[in-house]
């Protein structure tokens, strides 16, 4: 495996990863750990852990409470800033919340704790991320987004709370790499969908999948951090695939 994916950064790289503790934001970190150019990475979590590698800094963060979100950046010190920040959160379902199968199943709260998550989350911390990004060199602002949050692309429908958070996520994206272009011109704002990964947001439905379209966090990380080193500010304000494909808005 590649130590030199993000060779079309600069050098000591400074790296944040939102929802660390996660399967896929765990495999980032480790994956950025392994980079030659980056110098630092701070692993934010719900749940602080601890990472075994020193150059992994552990912060607690809520990304539903702004107060979190700023004490967490005011722990680091306001003269850092970042050149890459990877929210990897993302709420699907758990015992008491599952996707609709028809409009008869929705309910207005599993869409408030839905949204909450997948797009209020992601919005409050680009407010507090975006304006710690470079500004003279390359940057980069991805979060997690879904093909299923595609709406030319949607065919089989259902999943109503989770599309149309995942729809309202590249929306926010989008309206965030136009503000950002007037003043951060080097800067890619983008959307990341990561394919079927073989962690518990996906296990209920990992049957469904075809042979080989199954991912360890691994891969899909190591496929994304291509995407990251790839993208240009052109760019900002898409979405792509794990395999640098534009998912259609």
Request: hydrophobic share 40%; net charge neutral; proline share 3%.
């Amino acid at each position: 495996m590649s130590n030199n994916l993000l060779s079309k950064f600069g050098l000591e790289l400074n790296v944040g990863v939102v929802g660390a503790s996660g399967g896929l934001g765990q495999a980032f970190v480790e994956q950025f750990a392994s980079q030659l150019h980056v110098a630092k990475i701070h692993a934010f979590s719900r749940t602080q852990i601890k990472f075994e590698n020193e150059m992994v800094e552990s912060h607690q963060i809520d990304i539903q409470l702004k107060h979190s979100i700023q004490e967490a950046l005011d722990a680091i010190g306001d003269t850092i800033l970042f050149d890459i920040v990877v929210v990897a959160t993302g709420f699907l379902h758990d015992e008491h919340v599952s996707p609709e199968k028809t409009i008869r199943d929705v309910n207005m709260d599993h869409f408030r704790e839905v949204f909450s998550v997948n797009t209020y989350g992601p919005a409050l911390l680009a407010k507090y991320f975006l304006p710690r990004l470079q500004r003279d060199r390359k940057s980069v602002f991805a979060c997690l987004s879904a093909r299923v949050g595609s709406i030319s692309d949607n065919r089989l429908g259902g999943w109503f709370a989770y599309r149309a958070s995942k729809a309202a996520l590249n929306m926010i994206l989008k309206n965030a790499a136009i503000e950002m272009a007037r003043r951060y011109k080097k800067a890619c704002i983008i959307g990341l969908h990561p394919g079927t990964v073989d962690t518990t947001l996906s296990k209920p439905f990992q049957r469904q999948v075809q042979e080989g379209k199954l991912f360890t966090p691994e891969y899909s990380s190591v496929c994304l951090l291509k995407v990251i080193n790839d993208v240009e500010p052109e760019q900002s304000g898409k979405v792509f695939a794990w395999d640098g494909k534009e998912v259609p808005a």
